[in-house]
């Protein structure tokens, strides 16, 4: 399955302020800890992914909306910590949201 691995291998991507789409239909899979703690990380659009790893997204502080295909899986602790999310447009359910954010009223 092709898919998105580490993005700061050599600590050059990482670090640049990043909107990301993905819309090769070959990526299927955002794999274990792809984009964790990609400070300057705002927004993803991955509409043919199938899987997003674990850790996929741990700790991005400016991460704020993520669009991904309602039959996406995710694999636990994928969102841990993304304390700026306030879109995630896709089919994980309610209780599956709520044990990582507390949406606002």
């Not at 995710?74 to 447009?89: H, I, Q, R, T």
């Amino acid at each position: 399955m092709e898919g998105i691995n580490r993005t700061d291998e050599h600590g050059m991507v990482a670090t640049a302020r990043m909107r990301v789409v993905v819309s090769d239909r070959s990526v299927r899979a955002i794999g274990w800890g792809a984009f964790s703690w990609c400070s300057t990380l705002v927004k993803v659009m991955a509409l043919f992914v199938e899987e997003v790893g674990t850790y996929a997204f741990v700790g991005t502080k400016m991460f704020h909306h993520a669009t991904l295909s309602e039959d996406t899986i995710s694999e636990d602790c994928a969102f841990l910590n993304c304390l700026s999310l306030y879109v995630l447009a896709a089919s994980f359910g309610i209780d599956f949201f709520m044990q990582y954010k507390t949406i606002p009223a």
